[in-house]
């Protein structure tokens, strides 16, 4: 198959071991950086550039797109999956997990555990929203947080009251969370590719610190989530349409809490955790939905020429 990774940094850990694990297994593979794909759009058809030349023919794209360029970068992945090309996590899915009260509404539709949430706008409300919810104490997040940099613990429904004012004056959207609190710090990362957790890892928050996050100095290791947690991360996964996904869950009395659906999961914790081969997990996942030369296996993903319409695509 011909593949584009969709990377602003060819030298970053996870996108070198793609590139490395398609190229092993035979694949033709370009790391193409999303904000140097520019495109033409126009009633007789679609144009995509990049540093000047023409870009076609991909049979599939792995996008790894980060926080910060999720609007461009889906943009971008969308031109792609108009154009005829496969990818395991689709420009929608992609903005779906990156809002987590979205994403929350989608798992709690299907039926998956997370811990309560709420969310409203005008302060006047604020006090039944909090009561809706229950007594501190609260996890207070911002909506597109990441790497647990926005994410607060208030133990007074003062705090939880004052935060919530704080965040309403810097127009910041957040959602309000029970706290759950036999977690104890940790949670845990279930990587899914297609209808497998390849791998799972522990990721326990340092002392004095509820957050597991590795960036605030969490620690990982390697284990073997339990059948309902590898049932429940799929089923997260699906649910917002990823074929891959990082999906973290907490333990809690009531079973697997999910927390959040990565939709580029870095690969160097956790292949490092679990000594797992995961960005080959990856590859063999996209590049077996086609043939040897890069023609889509029949009933498994739409043909380009399905797609598309008669109109010449550049
Ligand atoms: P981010 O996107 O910034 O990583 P998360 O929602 O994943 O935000 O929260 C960061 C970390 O904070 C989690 O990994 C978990 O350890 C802790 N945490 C988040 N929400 C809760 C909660 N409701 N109860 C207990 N711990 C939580
Ligand atoms: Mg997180």
Redesign the pocket.
């Known amino acids: 198959m011909k593949l584009a990774i969709l990377s602003r940094n060819s030298k970053l850990y996870s996108t070198r071991r793609l590139v490395e694990a398609a190229r092993e297994r035979g694949h033709t593979v370009r790391v193409l950086d999303p904000l140097r794909c520019y495109i033409r759009i126009a009633t007789d058809g679609f144009a995509m550039h990049y540093k000047g030349r023409q870009i076609t023919g991909y049979d599939a794209v792995i996008p790894r797109v980060g926080a910060s360029i999720t609007r461009y970068g889906s943009a971008v992945l969308r031109q792609f999956e108009m154009m005829g090309s496969y990818t395991p996590n689709p420009s929608d899915a992609i903005l779906k997990a990156r809002d987590k009260l979205r994403c929350h509404q989608l798992l709690a539709a299907q039926g998956i555990g997370m811990p309560a949430t709420v969310f409203g706008d005008n302060p006047d409300d604020t006090q039944d929203l909090l009561a809706m919810l229950g007594p501190p104490p609260h996890v207070i997040k911002l909506n597109e947080g990441?790497?647990?940099a926005g994410?607060m613990l208030t133990e007074k429904p003062s705090a939880s009251r004052s935060v919530i004012e704080a965040l309403r004056g810097l127009y910041a959207n957040f959602l309000v969370q029970e706290f759950v609190a036999e977690a104890k710090g940790a949670?845990l990362r279930c990587f899914v590719v297609g209808d497998a957790v390849v791998a799972a890892m522990k990721r326990q928050a340092p002392k004095g610190e509820f957050r597991s996050?590795l960036h605030r100095g969490g620690s990982a290791k390697g284990i073997r989530a339990s059948a309902t947690e590898q049932e429940v991360a799929i089923r997260a996964a699906k649910a917002l349409g990823l074929g891959i996904a990082g999906v973290?869950l907490i333990r809690s009395k009531r079973g697997p809490l999910v927390?959040?659906v990565?939709a580029s999961p870095g690969l160097e914790g956790i292949e490092a955790a679990s000594g797992e081969d995961i960005a080959g997990a990856v590859i063999e996942f996209v590049g077996g939905r086609f043939g040897r030369r890069g023609s889509r296996v029949a009933g498994v993903a739409r043909a380009p020429s399905e797609k598309s319409s008669p109109r010449n695509y550049a």
């Open positions: 990441t790497q647990g994410v949670d996050n973290d927390l959040e990565n």
